[in-house]
């Protein structure tokens, strides 16, 4: 069984991809060719965002975002605690300070009573320069952005979205005149919007690539000048020092094939299989010992995810001892099931960050990344697959 099923998935779409690719090599517009802007305006649609701007990865597309909102020294940069490295990564690069932020022990993502308290404490030392927040949509779910908004609105921060596992995600809304909903999409809710095409990430090609979406004509005409080394006018014109970073020809090919399967039936197959886990493994935790405890993934009322992970939290909440969660993992491996810690170390911990002064207490980052576990999810995973995988994490509890 595969943790990310993509040899699946290029079986199912081989037909259109090899087509895709093959277009692309006999062409030989590798770079910039047609099919970055016709994907570039494809993302845009679906998103519901005016401008859509491809790049080299998840972490430049970051970057390019800091960049065009002018982030660096001086400047502090909220981040949530727990998250992968690139979105803490990203400040430090540009000279800016990532301050961390603990996150909400359901979701996993941004807790804004901390975020809060993060920017009151800056505020106070004044060192810093609030500037702007980082929040994340950790395993395809949308983050609060209701409450991050009002914070920022008050504080007069920008809201970048690092929507590297968030891409198709959304959030319902009841419509003003009461009918029905509109829906909001995951990339739609920061002033400026990242994602990554990581080959494992919701939407992946086959190697790096990334994107930023923003609705600000001003903010995409610099990070399109700072994608290809600070263009001005044309090419060999330089305005501003920039970055070479460029999505591939071939993988917008790829993703043009991608996108659609996403849309058609990716996102909706992938939520079926995370109800089929959520309503299988509660069924069965009659089943294990009384002082394990384990809680599926929560989903707040008119969210959906796109399952860029699907992630349990074991624990025991009577017992004084830690859970064993390597012994878990030994014992799910020996029976044939693959299993991930996203993400051990809270970014505070990480060596890397050593120097960077703590602002508030991060409790829930620390808890969850000792306490979570990653089963093998992805839209082509079979009811079978799932049932196996609930009732050998249960037998081996
Ligand atoms: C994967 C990821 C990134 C970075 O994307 P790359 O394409 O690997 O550079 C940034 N933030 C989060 C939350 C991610 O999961």
């Not at 502090?76 to 990203?90: K, L, Q």
């Not at 693959?338 to 911990?349: E, I, L």
């Amino acid at each position: 069984m595969e943790f990310r099923d993509l040899k699946k998935q290029y079986q199912v779409l081989k037909a259109d991809i090899d087509k895709a690719m093959v277009e692309v090599a006999s062409s030989a517009h590798f770079i910039m060719g047609a099919p970055v802007k016709e994907l570039e305006q494809q993302l845009a649609d679906y998103v519901g965002v005016k401008h859509c701007l491809a790049c080299a990865n998840g972490t430049d597309a970051l970057t390019l975002a800091l960049k065009a909102l002018g982030i660096g020294k001086g400047d502090a940069v909220f981040v949530p605690d727990f998250t992968f490295f690139s979105t803490a990564e990203v400040v430090s690069l540009e000279g800016a300070t990532p301050v961390f932020v603990d996150i909400d022990p359901r979701t996993f993502n941004m807790d804004a009573k901390s975020l809060e308290e993060a920017v009151r404490c800056v505020l106070d030392q004044m060192t810093l320069r609030p500037k702007a927040i980082i929040a994340v949509d950790l395993f395809g779910l949308p983050a609060n952005y209701d409450a991050i908004r009002e914070i920022a609105k008050k504080e007069g921060l920008f809201v970048i979205e690092d929507g590297a596992q968030g891409f198709g995600g959304y959030v319902r809304k009841p419509k003003v005149d009461g009918n029905g909903y509109d829906i909001q999409r995951a990339c739609s809710f920061g002033d400026i919007a990242t994602t990554s095409f990581f080959p494992a990430k919701p939407l992946g090609c086959y190697g790096d690539g990334g994107a930023v979406f923003t609705n600000n004509d001003q903010w995409a005409a610099l990070i399109d000048s700072y994608r290809v080394h600070g263009k001005g006018s044309y090419k060999y014109d330089n305005v501003r020092i920039g970055l070479n970073s460029r999505l591939d020809t071939l993988q917008a090919a790829i993703l043009q094939v991608k996108l659609k399967a996403f849309k058609e039936y990716e996102l909706t197959d992938v939520n079926k299989a995370a109800d089929y886990y959520t309503q299988l493994i509660n069924g069965m935790t009659k089943f294990i010992k009384k002082e394990i405890q384990i809680t599926t993934p929560y989903i707040p009322r008119n969210y959906t995810s796109s399952w860029a992970q699907y992630t349990i939290k074991l624990s025991v909440p009577s017992g004084n001892g830690t859970f064993n969660r390597e012994a878990l993992q030994a014992k799910l491996k020996a029976k044939g099931v693959p299993s991930m810690v996203y993400y051990p170390t809270p970014m505070s911990k990480q060596t890397a960050f050593k120097e960077v002064h703590q602002y508030v207490l991060t409790p829930n980052a620390q808890q969850i990344s000792d306490c979570v576990l990653s089963l093998p999810m992805h839209p082509y995973i079979t009811r079978e697959e799932i049932r196996f995988v609930a009732e050998s994490l249960i037998s081996s509890l």
